[in-house]
């Protein structure tokens, strides 16, 4: 069992920056796939951004490509997503997640283990 717990979350203004963490415990995640998520209220969960194990290969959705920066650090079991240029659209509940077979997968189903999230606010 991977448990995995996001902190870095908060009020920023428009144009900001924001660094996401997500600690992983119970198991090492350095061989799995991982991946952020989010969901503005009332809508669905929708990728982010991903990384392979390696670090070989990661994949933004549109809409961050360019101002957002998935990284992992396997020797601390932790990955995370570096917010830069932020707007008030990106507002949301931002979620971490492990996939644990395949590479990376951008439907939430896809993945097999999630963080409780954290809240992300962008002010215009």
């Known amino acids: 069992q991977v448990q995995l717990a996001e902190s870095g979350g908060g009020l920023v203004q428009a144009g900001g920056s924001l660094r996401l963490s997500c600690a992983a415990s119970g198991s090492t995640i350095s061989s799995y796939t991982v991946g952020w998520f989010r969901q503005a209220p009332g809508k669905e969960r929708v990728f982010v951004a991903g990384?392979?194990?390696?670090?070989?290969?990661?994949y933004y959705a549109d809409s961050v490509k360019g101002r957002f920066t998935i990284s992992r650090d396997n020797a601390k079991n932790t990955f995370y997503l570096q917010m830069n240029s932020l707007k008030p659209e990106d507002t949301a509940v931002y979620y971490c997640a492990v996939r644990t077979r395949g590479a990376i997968a951008t439907i939430a189903s896809g993945y097999d283990y999630w963080g409780q999230g954290t809240q992300v606010t962008v002010s215009s």
């Open positions: 990384i392979t194990w390696s670090d070989s290969n990661t």
